[in-house]
């Protein structure tokens, strides 16, 4: 029976020490190489049979939208300001705790005004970073999906990646103070869905896990915000999201039931790995650093904040329904369902899926139709 240990290199998923102990070795790296070991495919099969398919690539097709003409980039951004509205919207239970003896002890306004900008530039970064995986994630779905419906549909979202890339980089060029290099936690998974030669693992890795973690995380943002220009940002982002893991649950579902226990235990443990390699990213623990602040202490506290926890558990809203759709949550003897009941996220198991709710999603059309 594979371990947490064999998945992840520690007994328990809450080690904070091991945790901590995976950390970005070269914080000036510019360029990163991982192997991809998958064969490119051609099929001569042109005929147009997925039905669901073909309707998400017309809907991609009239929804592309440009970086440069649909989002006002005249639009003034003081970052301060920002993240004080940002935080007066969102309380935290930090103000009610007993910070005496903690690093937080001495912490006035400023300081925690400044965490607030750090956060956001380290947000806005991962998302970035994230969102450069996605793209190279599906060009290589282009080549080794089997389906000709399938590759169409990804040649849509490689275009959608590559302006989400171009359009977090300019914000954080132009509207923040600050740049973070990539979480080692999301680069860790990003090099194994990338090296894993299955086309369907990185279906998997990349549009059920990080994606669907992506779109609970801009919608949060998106929500919370007070800034005008990325709040429209992320409203356009998650509509073109919302397609892309819709891509992913109904090009696995069929695909799915052909698979042998074995093989679908691989795709559990897989999915489980990836979840707790995104919770582990999401401790910031690189904003603790540049704050001055020894990380150990901070996150004794960080995880003790229920506002943390909500927030946690709601990155997973879309992951859970959309694992349960494709038949991994109790598939075999339940062992996702009791992990994820292990993470405390099993309650978004009934949640709506995102095969269904991409629709919905369309804020690009809702404008154009306004």
């Not at 450069?132 to 959608?160: F, N, R």
């Not at 919370?224 to 356009?236: A, H, I, Q, S």
Request: aromatic letters at 10%; charged letters at 25%; a negative charge.
């Amino acid at each position: 029976m594979t371990t947490n240990f064999d998945m992840l290199g520690r007994d328990e998923i809450n080690d904070l020490e091991a945790i901590l102990s995976i950390s970005n070795s070269d914080v000036d790296e510019i360029q990163h190489t991982v192997r991809a070991h998958a064969d490119a495919l051609f099929t001569w099969d042109y005929e147009r049979s997925k039905p669901a398919l073909v309707k998400l690539y017309e809907k991609a097709k009239t929804s592309q939208w440009n970086a440069e003409t649909d989002l006002d980039w005249s639009i003034e951004v003081d970052q301060e300001a920002v993240v004080r509205a940002n935080q007066a919207n969102m309380q935290s239970a930090f103000g009610e705790m007993d910070l005496k003896g903690t690093p937080f002890e001495s912490w006035g306004e400023d300081e925690w005004v400044q965490l607030g900008i750090e956060g956001q530039n380290w947000s806005l970064s991962q998302f970035m970073h994230g969102e450069q995986g996605a793209l190279i994630c599906t060009a290589q779905i282009v080549e080794t999906v089997p389906w000709i419906d399938a590759k169409y549909y990804a040649a849509t979202q490689v275009m959608d990646e590559a302006r989400h890339v171009e359009v977090f980089a300019k914000y954080l060029d132009t509207k923040l103070s600050g740049h973070y290099p990539v979480n080692a936690h999301l680069r860790m998974l990003l090099d194994d869905i990338i090296s894993d030669d299955r086309w369907d693992m990185t279906y998997l890795g990349m549009q059920i896990m990080v994606e669907g973690l992506a779109l609970a995380a801009f919608g949060f943002m998106q929500q919370m915000t007070t800034e005008p220009l990325l709040k429209k940002l992320l409203r356009y982002v998650m509509s073109d999201e919302a397609r892309h893991v819709a891509f992913g649950v109904l090009s696995l579902q069929d695909f799915y039931t052909e698979l042998n226990s074995a093989e679908i235990r691989e795709r559990q443990e897989f999915a489980y790995e990836a979840a707790v390699r995104m919770r582990d990213r999401f401790l910031q623990q690189e904003v603790w650093e540049r704050m001055g602040v020894d990380v150990k202490e901070a996150l004794g506290l960080v995880l003790a904040d229920p506002t943390r926890t909500v927030f946690q558990g709601m990155l997973f809203s879309k992951i859970v329904p959309n694992c349960k759709k494709l038949g991994l949550l109790d598939a075999g003897d339940g062992w996702l369902r009791q992990k994820f009941t292990e993470l405390g996220v099993i309650q978004f198991e009934d949640w709506v899926d995102t095969g269904e709710e991409y629709a919905m999603l369309d804020e690009v059309s809702k404008d154009r139709s306004a």
